[in-house]
């Protein structure tokens, strides 16, 4: 591939993740905004999730002209944020748990759809991407996991509206720190795949 057609890629590249990075921007602000609204450990969750996708499409960003090396500690950051962003919904699980909280349901099932729809968007958007590298793949997971955690959300909130407790949300908030957990997984072994790729081809 000539030095201008990967100039072309990289450069259609760049674009969708800048699309994809403002769609998980907005998303984060109205999962943060009706999550608070509605006292919901599932939405607050997927808002804490979009963010820290948002941050990971930054790095994705920056490491799209880089060397591979660079890119793969990039991938591994990527990994490491999710596993702290699963901490962090744990918490507020327990925090939301002694407080003894009432979720809005509706408000739940609304917020899953529009996400899901903008998620599946995000997710169309980043395997458009050829020859996509460990970074992209990364981007790729976090996008995939959302879409399944949306799904989370909605099945939650109609479990709210049927049992008129708190409980399903709480579970779906777990679930959603699991799903993140399994995202990490799969980003730092790919990550280490790559690096062991690297070194077989520079000991050839």
């Not at 950051?77 to 979720?103: C, H, K, M, N, Q």
């Not at 958007?125 to 996008?143: C, E, H, P, W, Y």
């Not at 690096?195 to 077989?200: A, C, F, L, P, R």
Request: aromatic share 6%; proline share 2%.
């Amino acid at each position: 591939m000539s030095g201008k057609q990967l100039e072309i890629r990289s450069a259609g590249q760049r674009t969708i993740l800048w699309i994809v990075l403002g769609l998980n921007l907005a998303l984060a602000a109205a999962f943060g905004v009706t999550g608070l609204k509605a006292d919901s450990s599932a939405l607050i969750a997927n808002g804490l999730d979009n963010a820290s996708d948002s941050i990971v499409y930054i790095i994705t960003l920056l490491a799209l002209t880089r060397p591979p090396v660079w890119k793969r500690g990039a991938a591994r950051v990527s990994g490491g944020l999710l596993i702290l962003f699963a901490a962090g919904v744990l918490f507020d699980v327990a925090r939301r748990f002694l407080s003894d909280v009432e979720p809005v349901g509706s408000t739940m099932m609304v917020m899953a759809v529009v996400a899901a729809a903008v998620n599946l968007l995000c997710v169309w958007l980043l395997k458009k991407i050829q020859g996509a590298d460990v970074n992209v793949r990364a981007a790729t997971t976090f996008s995939t996991n959302d879409f399944v955690a949306n799904a989370g959300v909605l099945v939650g909130g109609g479990l709210v509206l049927w049992t008129g407790q708190a409980w399903p949300d709480l579970v779906v908030g777990v679930a959603v720190a699991g799903v993140a957990l399994k995202g990490a997984i799969v980003i730092l072994h790919d990550a280490h795949h790559e690096t062991d790729k690297h070194k077989e081809h520079v000991g050839e």
